[in-house]
């Protein structure tokens, strides 16, 4: 390759929940373009970051964790999931050492890679995640497992949190992704829609201030996107939830809850978006919002 000539290429970033994929994502790109929370499968959609190494190009899609899902919605997540690596450059396997390859949705995903990697005809990375967290001499018995039981061109052990390790992830990209053109402007992170990354920053604030299940049965809409003259933008946002009770928890008792989601959400959305954003919340209640085709068009799920 000639020192003008550049190289782009997808990277989809496959995991069980809660493996560190988002905190990897942000630490990569350098900014927010995914949520993050302590709470498992928070990431419904695919989301894409975007990050530039010497003259390459590379397009990272943080994936929904791949579970064993029953439920519609959680089953689409997963099907997309799995299917995004038919159509990337790269597949990276990131596994958080801080928990047993036994675990239920690690030991699922490994066997699931296993049976398919056959089918799968695409390079596969490991990433070890939560390295930091692990003493050393329980890491190398980790790697020789897992690159028994599957193929990976590479190992990885990073941290992605503090980003040690993550350096290393990004050069060997920047050299094993195929030459061609860039597929994004320089000063790109991320091709998520304004109204859905808008609608995302809101959702992680559901799930930091509110407890149990009532975030997984809640959705949030972007409604309208408005730029001011002054320069400040103003958004429109629903909360929709399946139950009554459900509304009023998100209210909060003198709207304080909802006040709160909002107040972080806002601060959050001025950081992404370099100005004064006026954040308008509603509340809705709609049982079956994540039957309607709409919603799956929305997060990019495949509903077949």
């Not at 560190?20 to 790109?29: M, Y």
């Amino acid at each position: 390759m000639t020192k003008n000539q550049t190289k782009c290429g997808f990277v989809a970033i496959v995991g069980a929940p809660n493996a560190g994929k988002s905190t990897f994502l942000n630490k990569v790109v350098g900014q927010k373009v995914t949520i993050v929370t302590h709470k498992a499968q928070t990431t419904r959609s695919r989301i894409t970051g975007i990050v530039l190494k010497n003259n390459t190009q590379i397009v990272f899609h943080d994936l929904p964790g791949i579970f064993d899902a029953h439920k519609t919605f959680d089953k689409a997540m997963v099907r997309t999931a799995w299917n995004a690596l038919s159509d990337v450059d790269v597949g990276l396997v990131m596994i958080d050492v801080s928990k047993p390859l036994t675990a239920k949705a690690v030991n699922g995903m490994l066997q699931t890679l296993e049976k398919e990697q056959d089918e799968i005809d695409i390079p596969l990375i490991l990433v070890l995640n939560k390295t930091d967290m692990v003493e050393k001499d329980q890491l190398l018995p980790v790697v020789k497992e897992l690159n028994d039981r599957i193929r990976f061109e590479a190992t990885f052990m990073v941290s992605a949190k503090t980003g040690k390790g993550c350096d290393d992830v990004i050069q060997w990209l920047s050299e094993h992704l195929p030459e061609g053109p860039w597929m994004y402007d320089e000063d790109d992170v991320s091709d998520l829609p304004a109204k859905l990354l808008a609608a995302e920053m809101t959702r992680e604030k559901l799930f930091e201030n509110l407890h149990q299940e009532i975030p997984y049965g809640a959705t949030v809409q972007t409604d309208e996107i408005r730029f001011q003259d002054n320069g400040a933008i103003s958004i429109d946002q629903v909360i929709f939830v399946r139950r009554d009770n459900h509304k009023a928890m998100v209210i909060g008792k003198g709207g304080q809850t909802l006040k709160r989601i909002g107040t972080k959400a806002r601060k959050n959305l001025e950081e992404i978006f370099e100005t004064r954003v006026h954040l308008n919340l509603l509340v809705r209640v709609n049982e079956r919002w994540d039957q309607d085709p709409e919603t799956y068009e929305m997060w990019g799920l495949d509903d077949s």
